[in-house]
């Protein structure tokens, strides 16, 4: 099995207990992303960095509060904090 599939099974069996984590911990993620892109400036550029992060958390977090299934609620929450770091790391270390 790949780390996927594991991950994705330990969420579904878990569903509750990780969609909760997943609200406060993906929420968190983008609440730093923000923090980071909002210190280089408020540019167009920034403000399409902070867009995207901020639609990738609602979007992660409304897939859980509408109860869709949990594959597209992993694959959002996945996207989501992928996003995040992704834009951590580019306005850490590029920016």
Same mark, same amino acid.
Do not use: D, P, R, W
């Given at each position: 099995?790949?780390?996927?599939?594991? #991950?994705?099974?330990?969420?579904?069996?878990?569903?509750?207990?990780? %969609?909760? =984590?997943?609200?406060?911990?993906?929420?968190?993620?983008?609440? %730093?992303?923000? =923090?980071?892109?909002?210190?280089?400036? #408020?540019?167009? =550029?920034?403000?399409?960095?902070?867009?995207?992060?901020?639609?990738?958390?609602?979007?992660?977090?409304?897939?859980?509060? %509408?109860? =869709?299934?949990?594959?597209?609620?992993?694959?959002?929450?996945?996207?989501? %904090?992928?996003?995040?770091v992704f834009f951590i790391l580019l306005n850490s270390l590029?920016?």
């Amino acid at each position: 099995m790949t780390l996927y599939q594991t #991950t994705f099974e330990n969420f579904n069996k878990n569903y509750m207990g990780s %969609a909760a =984590m997943a609200v406060i911990g993906q929420s968190c993620l983008g609440g %730093a992303a923000a =923090m980071y892109v909002l210190a280089n400036g #408020t540019s167009v =550029m920034q403000m399409v960095q902070l867009a995207i992060i901020v639609l990738a958390c609602v979007f992660a977090n409304t897939s859980i509060l %509408a109860q =869709m299934k949990h594959k597209v609620i992993f694959n959002l929450i996945i996207l989501s %904090a992928f996003l995040s770091v992704f834009f951590i790391l580019l306005n850490s270390l590029v920016l």
